[in-house]
């Protein structure tokens, strides 16, 4: 039997999530992820103040398919009382389980504006951000960070308390400092020891990149659910390994036809949602990372990245498709 998490109330569908990732994980994405199996999943990161603004752009990331279900919106921002009105205005317009608090993204862009992952580096404004949020909204309130911001200030434990106090109802930890970026091994020793100092669930993200690594941080490091991001690019498969390997202890290799089948679906749903000139280029760097496993495609990336309607797209898919058959 699947088991499954509940995290104040919400019951997600089992214990691996797609995990937030800026201009990757849309509905479209998040659509395909969840029919292979994701049992939670998140929105892209949505600025707060831009909610307040009434930004049509921000507006948009928020809606949520019920096909993708549970889903929790993501949120960012630097000011306690934006974040409440942003948090406020994201319930009110999509149908989020959950919201998120965003304290770990560590884009330059981010972190000057005191956003992200700066809070862990400012752990009173964190503090009172969560606390401002929870008070503002009637549903779960989670809060993504990271190890720390430097290895020389890594606090996730002390965060994690802070986090819990202030009223979160779970926290996902990203085994990595700032300064590291996406580089460098996850620490899975940080989520063990955010765990024993917390009861809230945790969540932990950071080199989720094959159902061995999922248990890994679930069996030995006691994450109650773990966070798929860079090891779901192009591999929505991911997810139905993970179900597969947890109730029988190995896992399908994936079918090329399986995966062209699956960008076609990615395609034309984004086509459906965002309109074709748009899905084609956004789509681009999904159909690279789905090409990745598929034999002899060299040829086919480098003419993909020249298509500029669905049809050719499509076409070219049969064609690889074809190959796929000998
Ligand atoms: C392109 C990209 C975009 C991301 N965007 C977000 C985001 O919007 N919000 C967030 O909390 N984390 C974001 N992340 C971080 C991931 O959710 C995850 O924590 C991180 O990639 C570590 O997991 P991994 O090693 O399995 O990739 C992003 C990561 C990538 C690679």
């Avoid at 720390?148 to 002390?158: C, K, P, S």
């Avoid at 690594?213 to 966070?227: P, Q, R, W």
């Avoid at 390997?245 to 949602?273: F, N, Q, W």
Wanted: charged share 25%; proline share 3%.
């Amino acid at each position: 039997m699947i088991k499954n998490i509940v995290i104040d109330g919400i019951k997600a569908e089992n214990r691996y999530f797609l995990a937030p990732m800026a201009g990757i994980t849309d509905s479209a994405y998040r659509q395909i992820c969840r029919s292979f199996g994701a049992g939670m999943t998140y929105t892209e990161m949505v600025s707060a103040k831009a909610l307040t603004y009434g930004d049509k752009k921000s507006l948009a990331l928020l809606k949520i398919d019920d096909s993708e279900m549970p889903c929790i919106a993501q949120i960012f921002g630097n000011d306690p009382e934006v974040l409440a009105e942003g948090a406020k205005i994201a319930v009110a317009n999509c149908q989020a389980v959950g919201i998120d608090i965003n304290m770990g993204c560590p884009v330059p862009k981010i972190v000057s504006n005191g956003e992200g992952s700066a809070l862990m580096a400012d752990i009173k404004r964190a503090e009172a951000i969560i606390k401002a949020v929870r008070k503002a909204i009637d549903i779960p309130l989670t809060v993504k960070f990271r190890r720390g911001f430097t290895f020389d200030t890594i606090n996730a434990v002390e965060f994690a308390k802070m986090a819990e106090s202030a009223g979160v109802s779970a926290v996902c930890v990203h085994g990595r400092t700032r300064t590291q970026m996406y580089s460098g091994e996850s620490h899975f020793p940080t989520i063990e020891m955010v765990k024993k100092a917390v009861s809230v669930p945790v969540i932990a993200s950071g080199d989720i990149f094959t159902p061995e690594s999922a248990f890994k941080a679930m069996n030995e490091y006691g994450a109650d659910a773990v966070m798929a991001a860079r090891g779901a690019l192009g591999n929505p498969f991911l997810f139905r390994q993970f179900l597969q390997y947890e109730e029988t202890g190995a896992y399908d290799a994936t079918d090329p036809k399986e995966v062209i089948d699956t960008m076609k679906r990615h395609l034309l749903l984004t086509c459906s949602l965002k309109g074709e000139q748009r899905a084609v280029a956004e789509c681009r760097k999904h159909m690279l990372w789905y090409l990745k496993g598929i034999r002899g495609s060299k040829k086919f990336k480098i003419i993909i990245s020249t298509l500029e309607t669905c049809d050719e797209v499509i076409k070219l898919l049969d064609e690889i498709k074809e190959t796929c058959d000998g």
